[in-house]
């Protein structure tokens, strides 16, 4: 007799097949293979890999005396006609994050009464595969496993203290920043999506095997903000060339732009990914990485990291110039000019092409599974793509000068307060600690309206302290400099847009004041910003 049990998906009962004749069992098979090409049974299956194995399975002489247990098909295998008491062995299938080495062999056992061992707990029969596993190659590979989850882990700590310093500290708002702000949201997305990933698909056997459909969806999204961080380093080049050739375009609009490529370009490069996935890849939750749809998103991906060098490249080589001939002309060079700034700034985002293009520079040099080199890959391939987040934070936020020099002075004004308040009295002691307080300084020259940060302030060339009583209690502490017998000062909070406030006592001296307010609102000075003369 002809007999076959087939179970086409995990999820799917088993069916037995039988038949007399060969004509009959074909007749019987091809009535249910229609099933299993249907979408809406239960038996549908839509894994390439696994269908083809079925085929082999079904092309197998399935002939077997009744006392024999029949030839069975266990979803991923297909094992054959057995005697009772015996065991039957077949090739380990190629399962992508199980370690199967196809080398290898798995068992299943036919029980005295010519029918398959049930395993007690799922009451089905059942397969053992455990003789499959590589027990080395899976201690490594759980090795990775732990160390890309411990990376993804650390670089999200570091992006949301980053991502906070950036929110926070108004000061520090301008274009270059919103810049550095959306790739840190886009970094912290994309970590976030990927320990999602590893907790609920990749380390849950019984999810990805069933392919469910939120699985496909966690998969879509994880890339998407992978490719948005590709693009968000291709928006920080972007912008400093923009820079360059622009200098009086209004910031808002070259930022809007910007924030259209950089979250915008991706979703056309994820929505043939998806498709393509769906209808020629679509398995194991898409896990596979050694597929043809990694071109899809890989060559977009090259691309933006070669046209980034190309911009960075540029924007390097016409600062440089520009300094050099400043150094020329000048008699004192200027330290902290703009183009030293955004020397700086491209530098850095130089910087980051290698912290995030290593990953996807790698992929097409992967040596082949048993290589010399492919624990030393998949070791570098893990710490590049987990730490992602964790490099790009040190670069932009931790070794920031701006950042280091707000974090700086709002420390030393924590000290003031926490010292002044303990010896109030004592008013040298209180001088001495304002006195310490950094002021950011521009160049030298005539009181003109400058700018650190995106705060303005007065240029000047003498730099002292103020601090003002109102008998035994502080009403006010602020750093101030001196311009011919008038105080600049930085600003303060204020409300109801910029104000001028004149600590001379002369009518002259506060008609100067109000000439002052109303100029720098005309200027568009900052709302709720007070600025002391």
């Known amino acids: 007799m002809y007999r076959i049990v087939i179970r086409s998906s995990i999820k799917a009962p088993d069916v037995s097949i039988s038949a007399d004749n060969i004509s009959s069992y074909q007749k019987y098979l091809t009535e249910f293979i229609a099933y299993i090409n249907n979408p809406d049974s239960i038996f549908y299956l839509d894994d390439h890999y696994l269908l083809n194995r079925l085929v082999e399975c079904l092309e197998r002489n399935a002939y077997a005396p009744l006392s024999h247990c029949p030839m069975i098909f266990d979803s991923w295998s297909c094992f054959n006609s057995t005697p009772p008491g015996e065991l039957q062995i077949t090739e380990c299938p190629l399962i992508p994050d199980l370690n199967y080495d196809p080398a290898k062999y798995a068992l299943k056992e036919c029980n005295e009464d010519g029918t398959w061992w049930v395993h007690p707990d799922s009451n089905r029969t059942w397969s053992n595969y455990t003789s499959c596993i ?78 469910v459909v939120w699985c496909r969806a966690l998969h879509i999204i994880l890339n998407y903000f992978m490719l948005t961080t590709y693009f968000w380093m291709l928006c920080e080049g972007t912008y400093l060339q923009l820079l360059l ?34 209808f020629y890849e679509n398995s194991f939750c898409w896990m596979e990485v050694d597929r043809e749809s990694s071109y ?10 070669i046209i980034n060098i190309i911009f960075l490249s540029n924007v390097i080589r016409i600062l440089r110039s520009k300094l050099s001939v400043e150094q020329q002309t000048q008699a004192v060079p200027r330290r902290n000019s703009s183009n030293q700034a955004t020397l700086k700034q491209a530098r850095a985002a130089l910087f ?36 992602q987040g964790f490099f790009v934070s040190i670069l932009l936020c931790f070794t920031n000068s701006e950042v ?18 303990a010896d109030i009295n004592d008013n ?69 847009g910029p104000h001028i406030v004149g600590r001379g006592s002369s009518p002259s001296d506060l008609n100067h004041a109000k000439v002052m307010e109303n100029k720098m609102k005309n200027s568009g000075y900052a709302e709720n910003t007070c600025y002391t003369v």
């Open 134 to 211: 590589d027990h080395k190659d899976f201690s490594f590979r759980n090795g990775i496993n732990t160390l890309t989850v411990s990376g993804l882990s650390i670089s999200l700590l570091f992006l949301l203290v980053s991502l906070t310093v950036f929110t926070v500290c108004k000061s520090l708002a301008c274009g270059r920043i919103t810049m550095h702000k959306n790739m840190f949201l886009s970094l912290t997305l994309n970590n976030i999506s990927w320990l999602l990933w590893y907790h609920f698909v990749l380390f849950q056997s019984s999810v990805w095997s069933r392919n």
């Open 245 to 278: 050739i622009n200098t009086f375009q209004v910031d808002e609009v070259r930022v809007r732009w910007l924030m259209l490529l950089g979250w915008g370009a991706p979703i056309l490069i994820i929505i043939p990914y998806s498709i393509y996935r769906q």
């Open 296 to 305: 899809i998103l890989g060559v977009p991906v090259l691309l933006v990291i």
């Open 352 to 387: 980051l092409v290698p912290i995030l293009g290593v990953y996807f520079l790698l992929t097409p040099v992967r040596p082949s599974k048993g290589s010399s080199l492919e624990y030393a890959y998949e070791i570098l391939s893990a710490v590049s793509s987990s730490f």
């Open 404 to 421: 280091l020099a707000l974090v700086k002075q709002r420390l030393n004004q924590f000290l003031i307060s926490r010292r002044g308040g």
């Open 428 to 496: 040298s002691t209180i001088r001495k600690l304002i006195d310490n307080v950094p002021i950011p300084r521009l160049a030298d020259g005539a009181l003109t309206a400058g700018k650190v940060g995106a705060v303005p302030i007065m240029q000047s060339t003498q730099e002292t302290s103020f601090m003002e009583y109102n008998g035994n209690r502080p009403v006010q502490h602020v750093p101030y400099r001196e311009y011919n017998g008038h105080q600049a000062v930085q600003p303060t909070a204020y409300k109801n």
